[in-house]
């Protein structure tokens, strides 16, 4: 069936390192990519998206693409901060409109 | 706007005790669902609502309820409580189910059940 594969955690990294967090789908047809991030306390909230192949979604400087010939939408941020803390989540929704999330991956950021 | 409200944030459980978990959104979306979070498993859907009176199950529905008689709101009931329900609860909406469609989540009601 359908899945998410996420890179499993936790990552550790200084302020100013570069991110990466890899994100590999399993599904037919033409799903839709997200990640999400959760703070601390909080609920998840939308960090980027991408709805079609080769699409790059981008905010707050993290950036992803959808790779369609590798399934994969990995997550890149030049230089961290330590705001940047929390459990960032890839998923995707297909045909069923329904989202299908990966288990989650938790990042600490050091001053 | 407040977006997605849930209530109550904590809450423990006796084992075969029962609750409804609140959720309401002000943004009129049509579509709102159930998940459970549960340690390093990320989210599995329990129930899903795709408009006042219209409910279905997702991944996970055994255990639980929910109605929807409003757009706004969509509470989710637990009948006989058990250890295996311990979990963060986030109710979630969208305005449609489109595929760029957002969903947004409530800040999550923690249940523990002992």
């Known amino acids: 069936g359908d899945s998410v594969t996420q890179m499993e955690g936790p990552v550790t990294l200084s302020e100013e390192a570069c991110l990466t967090i890899n994100c590999t789908y399993t599904a037919t047809g033409y799903p839709s990519l997200f990640w999400y991030v959760q703070y601390p306390g909080e609920g998840l909230q939308l960090l980027l998206k991408?709805?079609?192949?080769?699409d790059k979604g981008s905010n707050k400087g993290f950036e992803a693409t959808y790779r369609k010939e590798t399934t994969s939408f990995h997550l890149e941020k030049g230089s961290v901060q330590v705001s940047d803390s929390a459990v960032y989540f890839c998923?995707?929704?297909?045909?069923?409109?329904?989202?299908?999330f990966g288990k989650g991956t938790l990042l600490t950021v050091n001053p | 706007n407040a977006g997605v409200t849930q209530t109550p944030k904590f809450r423990i459980l006796k084992i075969g005790q029962s609750m409804t978990l609140q959720c309401t959104q002000d943004m009129n979306h049509n579509y709102m669902y159930w998940y459970r979070q549960d340690p390093g498993m990320g989210l599995k859907l329990i129930y899903y609502s795709v408009g006042a009176g219209i409910t279905d199950k997702g991944e996970v529905p055994n255990g639980y309820n929910v109605s929807r008689s409003t757009t706004e709101d969509f509470p989710l009931r637990l009948e006989l409580a058990a250890p295996s329900q311990t979990s963060v609860y986030f109710c979630a909406s969208s305005l449609d189910r489109g595929k760029g469609g957002e969903q947004f989540f409530g800040p999550g009601t923690r249940l523990t059940v002992l």
């Open positions: 998923a995707y929704r297909g045909s069923n409109y329904k989202l299908t």
């Open positions: 991408a709805t079609k192949a080769d």
